[in-house]
Each structure stands twice: as structure tokens, then as C-alpha cells.
């Protein structure tokens, strides 16, 4: 691609932090009389950019999902039907936008056309946004029936849904049998088929008390007479036959068990967090949509609550939305007070033999209040996660294809809200976030529950995270005009050179004036990923502009044009460019394929 004519252009050199001929392109762009000036009018560095972890900035950005009871997504509002609080406090929406996950008549599942054999410095179209959705399957705690039923309605839900630049991948809590993020169909399907219940513990058919985990829990944590006396009785009828001589030693039996328990289902609820923590952290620095889907029958987490929030924090941070399908389905087993209709229950009748706790006239009764809150303590975190990140909780459905479709899916159309909070603290505190509608309607909107304060450090450094946040999003901003091309060159066989050039209007940019010169500092990144949202490399440019004004006249007039190259490998990539002047930035992003 040729210069346009009369932009200032800078270029690059073979060298790696050096730029071709800048001191003559500047020259060019100045009179005569300006050329025994000893301060350049542009300078000029280049650098690999360090991207660490996303820190939160003054600028807070929430997108919301808005559907309707049938849960069908909501594309009609204006900024005018939204109301936003941060710790309480109304704030005043500064950006609204109606983003859409697919262009007006084409529908999920149709995908983007192949380019095909794309010939040399060919300009690609910009792509849809990036999607990527893991499958995360909670084999420790499932059994058999529910990953079969779970496994099939994923298998049917991508075959219909998935679209052509989505990428999956499959995730176990055991470890075993996983997938990375991919967009090949015959790999997730394979996957899925061979998923099967992993326990770390293996608990025997009839097991000799049957304790749960929420019984041992009360028992071991609470003290509970009632559960203890449960667990009493029912070692003493499975182990003794009933023999009242032998009471004192069946409940210590029942108490050494309870501990037991606890100690094997807090080993399981750990591994399960600790491998859901790994895929946030593989989540979240990819570019676009971002979406965990927990798969899970629920699990006892109420003594791993430090854990639970250091997944939602990190969640919280790197924009990662986190579903939640809860894989019982329509169970039955809370309106019997002896527990799953799967096991054989244990009913203790009445014997004068036996100590009753105080209070306590009927231990079959007493039984059934903590069986139902068992249930709903285990599905706490399925409810926390979802609803802590901006997800979607599905229960009590045996329906799990509607299941998927609810949960799993990527919204069609959301809305991004963004507000300035006033006097904000840079004390890493977080922030409770709470989005309604001034007429709710019948209307169901999920949306991320908070954000974290900058801390100190982070604060010094606010555009630079802006930048990376940036870099690592799918939404194209245009604060100020900016474009990008690509073109692509055959360099070997195996090895191709991706030239990125990017022209910046820099007619609306603020220039201030600095002893005599016209300044303004310009940062451009660039980043290349690879077809599965992977950061393959990023280059950084930082040009401080101290123009006279005969050449901003020229620079406002004909734009200012770079050049970044990469070597790279024949592929589809996806090329990101983030500008960001003193107060404004640009996003943009492009698909290129390079086929030889």
C-alpha cells in the first residue's frame, strides 16, 4: 500500500527498538527555517508492552443483559430506562451503547465466510467479536446419570448454536479428560463423549453411617445434637443391630465419621474451586466475550468462602461472566426427609433405650429441616458465582437442553453503561454495583455486582491499564478517528511478514501548547492473536509531539500514518490496535488470514 499523499508517515527499521528515517520525515514536514532547531517535532520509541493483571480505573464499564420472562434477550432501551448505583449512590451514565453480537439478518450459528487464499496486502473486513465460552464439568461431585445428561445436552446445544468464530473449551474438575479453547467441533465432541464421574473419594454403596456432607458439617461445626444423634442411631442399627450396650461407642463411632466426612468433602469442594480458579485465570486474558459455564450437581462450600471470593474477585477483574447450570435437575430428594430416593433410608424408631435430645420429639422430622437446608446450602455457590459476576443461575429443571440455551449461550444484544465515580478512593475497596430499570416490566437484568478501587500503585499508572483493558476487550471504540490496514508478504516458506499500518485523524485531538510548540503525547499498541483469542505478540509505539504550527496545520489536514511488523507463521490471526492520545482513545480490531 502506498503513503497517502502528504501524510506524515513514520516506519519502522529492521532494528528492534529503532524507527526508519524519522528525523528526515520530520524534516520533510518542516520549513527550512526549522531545521536548525535543535528539538525534534516528533520522538519517537518503540517497545514490547508488559500486560499484567487488569486493575479497575475511574472509568467503570457494566454491561447488562436484559431479558424477558421468557428469557429472550431485550434489544429496545435507551439510556433513558436504566438507573445505576455505586454503593448506593445514583450515577450519571456517561456512555451508552447497544451492543449486538451479530449484524442485522444474520443469525448465531451462520458464522463469517472463509476469505480463503487472500492474495498479498489484501485489507480484511473487521471480524465479529471474539467468544469464548468454557464448558466447565464438575466430574468430582457428578455421578453417572447427570454427566450423560449434561454431556448430550452440551454435544446438541453446540452443534446448534456455536458459531463460526466461537471458541470452546472443555474443563474438569478432576483434570481429566480436558479440551483448551478451540473451534474444532470434532475435538469437543470427542471430549464430551468421554467425560465420566471422577470422585477424589470413592463412598461405598451403603455407606455404615450414611452421614452428609451437610450433617457432618453441623455435627463437626455446629455441635449439632440432632444430627449427632441421627448418626447415632444409624450406625447403631447398621453396626450393632440395635444393641443399646453398645450406644456410647456407636456415637463416637458417628462423631469420628462426621469428621471423616467433612474433612473428604471439603478435599473435594477444594479441587473443584481450585481447577475453576485456573480456567477464570486462562479466561481472562483473552480478547472479547468471556463465559464460564459451572456444570455441578452443587457442593458444600460454606467453610471455603475465602476461596469462593478470590475466583469472584478475579472473575470481577478480568471481565469474565460465569454461568451456572445446576446438573440435578428436578429433584425430588428435598421433600423427603430421609434423603435421595437413591439410598436407603434409615428411620429411627422409638425406643425408650435411647437418649432423645431436649427439644426434639420427633427425629424423623427434625432430619427433614436439615436434609432441605443441605440442599439449598449446596447449591450456594452455583447462586453466588452467578450472580456475583453478572450470570445466569438455571434450577430445578430437568430440562438441561433449555438449561444450556439459557445458561450457556452468549447474548445476542447487551448494553454497555459506563460512569465516572466521583471521589473515588484508590484503596483496592470494592464497590457494590446495582443496575434497575425505572419501569422493570416483568424484566430480568444481569449484570456484573461490582468493580475494584485502583490502589496506589495502580492509580499512578491509570492509562496504561485503560490501554491494556483495551487491548484485551472486543469492543471497538472511536473517541477519535482512527484506521487500521493490514497487509501481509510471503518471506519464506513457512514465515510471512504482517505489516499493520494505522492512520490516526488527529483533526479532534487536544493539542496543548508547550513553550511554543503544539503538544500532545500519542501511545499505539498493537496485538496479534492467533484463531484462538491467544496473544502471539504486541509492539508498542509512544510518540511525544511538540509541532510548530505550520506543521500541525499539515498534520490536522492529512492525519498521521505508522507502520508495525510482525513475523509470523501462516494462520488466522486477529489484529488489535488501542490509540490513546492525552485524554482520548481508539479500538479497533481486523481478521487477517495469510495463506500462501
Not at 535543535?38 to 447488562?64: G, I
Not at 469462593?308 to 423427603?336: H, K, Q, Y
Amino acid at each position: 500500500m502506498r503513503p497517502r499523499p502528504g501524510i506524515l508517515e513514520i516506519s519502522e527499521t529492521g532494528g528492534p527498538r529503532r524507527l526508519l528515517a524519522v528525523a528526515a520525515l520530520v524534516a520533510c514536514a518542516l520549513s527550512a527555517a526549522a531545521q536548525t532547531l535543535q528539538t525534534p517535532e516528533v520522538a519517537t520509541q518503540e517497545s514490547s508492552p508488559n500486560f499484567s493483571l487488569h486493575v479497575e480505573r475511574n472509568l467503570v464499564v457494566v454491561r447488562v443483559v436484559v431479558r424477558d420472562s421468557a428469557g429472550n434477550p431485550r434489544g429496545n432501551l435507551t439510556k433513558d430506562d436504566f438507573l445505576l448505583f455505586d454503593d448506593g449512590r445514583p450515577q450519571a451514565i456517561a456512555h451508552f451503547a447497544v451492543e449486538r453480537a451479530f449484524p442485522e439478518g444474520r443469525k448465531a450459528g451462520e458464522g463469517t465466510p472463509k476469505h480463503g487464499a487472500a492474495p498479498p496486502g489484501a485489507i480484511e473486513r473487521a471480524p465479529q467479536p471474539l467468544r469464548f465460552l468454557a464448558l466447565y464439568f464438575d466430574d468430582v461431585h457428578m455421578n453417572f446419570e447427570q454427566i450423560v445428561r449434561t454431556r448430550d445436552a452440551a454435544q446438541r446445544y453446540l452443534q446448534k448454536e456455536l458459531a463460526l468464530g466461537d471458541r470452546v473449551g472443555i474443563f474438569t474438575s478432576s483434570g481429566y479428560n480436558g479440551l483448551d479453547l478451540t473451534r474444532d467441533a470434532a475435538k469437543i465432541q470427542e471430549t464430551l463423549a468421554a467425560l465420566l464421574p471422577r470422585p477424589i473419594v470413592q463412598q461405598g454403596l451403603d455407606p455404615c453411617p450414611n452421614i452428609s456432607d451437610y450433617q457432618a458439617y453441623l455435627i463437626t461445626a455446629h455441635r449439632d445434637a440432632i444430627a449427632l444423634e441421627f448418626a447415632t442411631r444409624d450406625l447403631l442399627n447398621c453396626q450393632f443391630h440395635n444393641d443399646s450396650r453398645m450406644y456410647n461407642q456407636a456415637k463416637q463411632g458417628a462423631e469420628s465419621e462426621a469428621y471423616r466426612r467433612i474433612s473428604q468433602a471439603e478435599v473435594e469442594s477444594e479441587y473443584s474451586l481450585r481447577k475453576m480458579d485456573q480456567v477464570v485465570r486462562r479466561l481472562s486474558f483473552l480478547p472479547g466475550q468471556r463465559t464460564l459455564l459451572l456444570i455441578s450437581p452443587g457442593f458444600l462450600t460454606i467453610t471455603l468462602q475465602a476461596h469462593m471470593d478470590r475466583i469472584i474477585d478475579r472473575a470481577l477483574r478480568g471481565n469474565v461472566i460465569i454461568n451456572t447450570l445446576e446438573a440435578r435437575g428436578l429433584d425430588a430428594s428435598p421433600a423427603l426427609p430421609l434423603g435421595d430416593a437413591s439410598e436407603q433410608g434409615y428411620v429411627p424408631l422409638p425406643n425408650p433405650a435411647f437418649p432423645t435430645p431436649p427439644g426434639v420429639t420427633d427425629l424423623v422430622a427434625a432430619k427433614g429441616q436439615w436434609v432441605n437446608e443441605g440442599y439449598i446450602i449446596r447449591d450456594d455457590a452455583l447462586a453466588e458465582f452467578a450472580g456475583s459476576t453478572g450470570g445466569v443461575f438455571f434450577q430445578n429443571n430437568n430440562s438441561m437442553d433449555q438449561g444450556f440455551e439459557r445458561a450457556g449461550s452468549f447474548p445476542s444484544v447487551y448494553y454497555t453503561l459506563a460512569f465516572s465515580p466521583s471521589n473515588l478512593k484508590s484503596d483496592g475497596k470494592f464497590h457494590t454495583l446495582k443496575v434497575k430499570l425505572v419501569r422493570p416490566a416483568s424484566l430480568e437484568i444481569a449484570a456484573r455486582r461490582g468493580y475494584f478501587a485502583p490502589s496506589k500503585t495502580a492509580a499512578a499508572d491509570t492509562s496504561a491499564a485503560e490501554i491494556e483493558d483495551a487491548v484485551f476487550s472486543q469492543d471497538n471504540v472511536s473517541n477519535f478517528p482512527a484506521e487500521v490496514e493490514t497487509q501481509y508478504f510471503r518471506v519464506r516458506e513457512n514465515d510471512a511478514q504482517l505489516a499493520v499500518l494505522t492512520h490516526v485523524d488527529l483533526r479532534f485531538a487536544r493539542f496543548r501548547k508547550e513553550a511554543g510548540r503544539n503538544a500532545n503525547d500519542l501511545t499505539v499498541v498493537v496485538a496479534v492473536f492467533d484463531a484462538d483469542g491467544n496473544l502471539v505478540i504486541a509492539k508498542e509505539k509512544r510518540l511525544e509531539l511538540r509541532l510548530r504550527d505550520q506543521t500541525l496545520v499539515r498534520v490536522l489536514q492529512a492525519g498521521l500514518t505508522m507502520k508495525t511488523s510482525f513475523n509470523v507463521k501462516p494462520g488466522s490471526y486477529v489484529v488489535r490496535q488501542v490509540v490513546r492520545d492525552d485524554a482520548e482513545l481508539s479500538a479497533l480490531s481486523r481478521a487477517v488470514d495469510i495463506f500462501f
